[in-house]
């Protein structure tokens, strides 16, 4: 069989290193929940605290896919705001 393909994780970036490249930087606005797919009734994982800085990995209509503190997720994207250089 052929060898499978892992992906090597990558270490979420702080706010000042994410800004030193061509990506923007997030944020959230609020207390959010991370969910397990982009809907409110998909199951909660966690919590994203206001402020905390979010990679955004997909979006999808009204909800993004994001890494924080090495978590992916989904959360709505009303509740994300980018951060000012």
Same mark, same amino acid.
């Given at each position: $069989?052929?060898? @499978?393909? %892992? +992906? @090597? $994780? *990558?270490?979420?970036?702080? +706010?000042? +290193? ?5 990506? +923007? %930087?997030? &944020?959230? @606005?609020?207390? %959010? ?9 998909? &199951? *909660?994982?966690?919590?994203?605290? $206001?402020? &905390?800085?979010? *990679?955004?990995? #997909? ?9 924080? !503190? =090495? *978590? #992916? =997720?989904?959360?709505?994207? !009303?509740?994300? #705001?980018?951060? $000012? #250089?």
């Amino acid at each position: $069989p052929a060898p @499978t393909r %892992v +992906a @090597t $994780p *990558q270490p979420v970036p702080s +706010a000042s +290193a994410a800004r030193a490249g061509s990506d +923007a %930087v997030y &944020q959230a @606005t609020t207390w %959010v929940w991370l969910r397990s797919g982009p809907a409110n009734s998909s &199951q *909660q994982l966690g919590v994203v605290n $206001p402020n &905390q800085v979010v *990679q955004i990995l #997909e979006r999808r209509f009204s909800w993004v896919r994001v890494r924080v !503190d =090495g *978590q #992916e =997720g989904w959360m709505s994207a !009303d509740y994300i #705001e980018r951060v $000012p #250089e």
